[in-house]
């Protein structure tokens, strides 16, 4: 229709009327689009997440509310050894691995100013789309985007390691519904048997990529709390291990705090 969304509510029935007169194939093709299955988000070609809005097409998963909290812990997480507010950029050295649209490499960016974000993926075509969001968003220049295999790309160790790795269980993936088995990325979801193969992975790599006194912030499945957090404690003996709920009180996140 190209008008806001402020000028639609303001004129909401002359503005329908205008437009189902005036492009009405174009209103059903995307109509059967969605009652094809289609996620709106690849729909209208873009999705809103925590506060930024972020270009989505089938080369990444959509961001979901709930990888929000992933980002506001590490946002809020008080880093040993460093001010309130680092003094220069790179004084805080962070990770996304896994980065997809760049929802969390670049909501970091924008609210950790003076951070410096590594964002690996596997995926070149995940990463151009991430690179195209970070330019949007105006935080490039403050986000390295790497492609390989979980941590294998990151040049240095970080004060934070965050992902979002597929953790859907095979089989629970083959019983997802059509809008997202069909549309979204397998890449993105399937984590294997249990759920967990890239966590694994991840955290095998993890001792030698994370600094004294950082983080590690990994999303999980509401039934994987306990599984996941037996295998963190075994990569991290003396670490502080904590299975964070979400806002509706399931297991969400496994948050790992290394010795200083």
Not at 70 to 91: C, H, M, Q, W, Y
Not at 143 to 155: A, M, N, Q, S
Not at 226 to 255: C, N, S, W
């Amino acid at each position: 229709m190209n008008i806001s969304r402020t000028h639609l509510l303001a004129h909401l029935d002359q503005s329908l009327s205008l437009s189902l007169s005036s492009s009405p194939s174009q209103f059903h093709s995307l109509v059967a689009r969605c009652a094809n299955g289609e996620p709106l988000a690849y729909i209208i070609g873009h999705k809103e997440f925590y506060d930024l809005s972020l270009v989505c097409d089938p080369r990444a998963l959509i961001p979901r509310p709930e990888t929000e909290l992933l980002v506001e812990t590490i946002i809020n997480f008080k880093f040993p050894g460093l001010p309130s507010r680092a003094s220069k950029i790179s004084d805080l050295k962070l990770a996304d691995i896994g980065a997809g649209t760049g929802c969390i490499a670049i909501t970091l960016a924008a609210h950790l100013p003076h951070a410096h974000v590594y964002a690996t993926d596997l995926s070149p075509d995940a990463l151009a789309l991430a690179r195209h969001n970070a330019q949007e968003n105006r935080v490039a220049h403050r986000i390295t985007f790497l492609r390989g295999d979980l941590l294998d790309p990151l040049p240095e160790p970080v004060h934070a390691i965050a992902a979002n790795l597929p953790y859907v269980t095979t089989s629970e993936w083959q019983t997802l519904p059509n809008h997202i088995r069909l549309h979204e990325p397998r890449l993105a979801l399937d984590g294997g048997p249990d759920g967990l193969d890239l966590v694994r992975r991840l955290l095998a790599q993890a001792p030698a990529r994370i600094l004294p006194g950082g983080i590690i912030a990994l999303e999980i499945g509401s039934a994987q709390g306990q599984a996941a957090a037996r295998l963190a404690q075994a990569a991290f003996p003396t670490a502080h291990i904590e299975v964070k709920q979400d806002y509706a009180g399931l297991d969400r996140l496994i948050m790992i705090e290394t010795d200083r």
